[in-house]
């Protein structure tokens, strides 16, 4: 391969990875704003005074957070879910997608259930028919019911139909050729290829079961079984001046709203920014690449 050395080509480089640091830098600042405001005191975040360090470092917020054992708790319930509803979505939206995505001659209700899947993608029953559904099937106060009552996303069905719609048709003729079987296609030859897809549902997946708080707290009756989310979105600093200790008041009197909600938002984000660079890399493989071969 030819590569240009001269000096507009050199420039152009440069200017390039600049304006990539800059990208970075700017997709960065507001989660480190957000540690720094949640790191620091109460005065100097009201004040508008923080910018990229904390001012009065201090784990107020963050103590005042975990100091319950009960966000121990809800922080293992959300993971559960998050591990449940992954498994169960990319299973089932895969298993739905698979034959949707053959034509009306292999499938022949193929149009008939597109039609249905596209109409519960703009129209609901509402929510007190949902939440009678879910409760009559004695989901409620359970983890199946956090798991199940949103475990068939149609827009991620219609993205991996999308995506097995796109593959060669000659692996099919080459599958039925060997004699291979449709369950046999599907796992050997459509799910290897649907990695990228498949990996970025699960991304949409756990980001969603992970940041949603309302079906927990209309799902659940109390603390014991919200979620994480639920839990933070829940959580309020009451005031009780009579029953606090000398300690206790100095401490309430160092949060503020601002602090404790950044800290809220920064203990949210981070399991998913520690799961995203493990999915990322499959977002840039061009897995079909030699697939077919001429």
């Known amino acids: 391969m030819i590569q240009n050395t001269g000096l507009r080509s050199r420039l152009f480089d440069r200017l390039l990875v600049v304006a990539l640091l800059l990208v970075a830098f700017l997709c960065l600042l507001p989660i480190w704003y957000t540690l720094a405001v949640s790191l620091s005191e109460k005065s100097a975040a009201s004040a508008g005074q923080v910018w990229l360090w904390p001012v009065g470092f201090n ?8 100091n319950d054992g009960r966000f121990f708790h809800s922080f293992w319930i959300s993971i559960q879910r998050v ?14 997608a698979f034959p949707l995505s053959r034509n009306t001659r292999e499938f022949g209700p193929r149009n008939v259930f597109m039609w249905i899947l596209v109409f519960t993608l703009l129209f609901n029953g509402g929510l007190i028919p949902w939440y009678m559904t879910v409760k009559a099937l004695g989901l409620y106060n359970t983890i199946w019911g956090l798991v199940l009552a949103g475990g068939v996303p149609v827009f991620n069905v219609i993205l991996i139909v999308n995506y097995f719609r796109n593959l060669p048709k000659e692996l099919d003729e080459a599958a039925l050729v060997d004699g291979t079987g449709p369950w046999r296609m599907l796992l050997s030859i459509y799910v290897p290829l649907a990695v990228p897809v498949l990996a970025t549902v699960t991304l949409f997946t756990i980001v969603y079961h992970w940041n949603e708080f309302f079906h927990g707290l209309v799902l659940t009756s109390g603390q014991d079984h919200y979620p994480l989310q639920t839990f933070i979105q829940q959580l309020v600093v009451v005031i009780d001046a009579a029953n606090m200790t000398e300690d206790q008041y100095k401490r309430m009197n160092e949060l503020s709203n601002q602090t404790l909600n950044a800290a809220k938002i920064f203990i949210a984000m981070m399991p998913v920014l520690v799961v995203y660079p493990f999915l990322q890399r499959f977002f840039i493989h061009g897995i079909t690449l030699g697939s077919v071969k001429e």
């Open 59 to 66: 784990f107020n917020s963050y103590a005042q957070i975990m």
């Open 83 to 96: 591990a449940l509803g992954a498994v169960i979505t990319i299973a089932i939206t895969t298993l739905m």
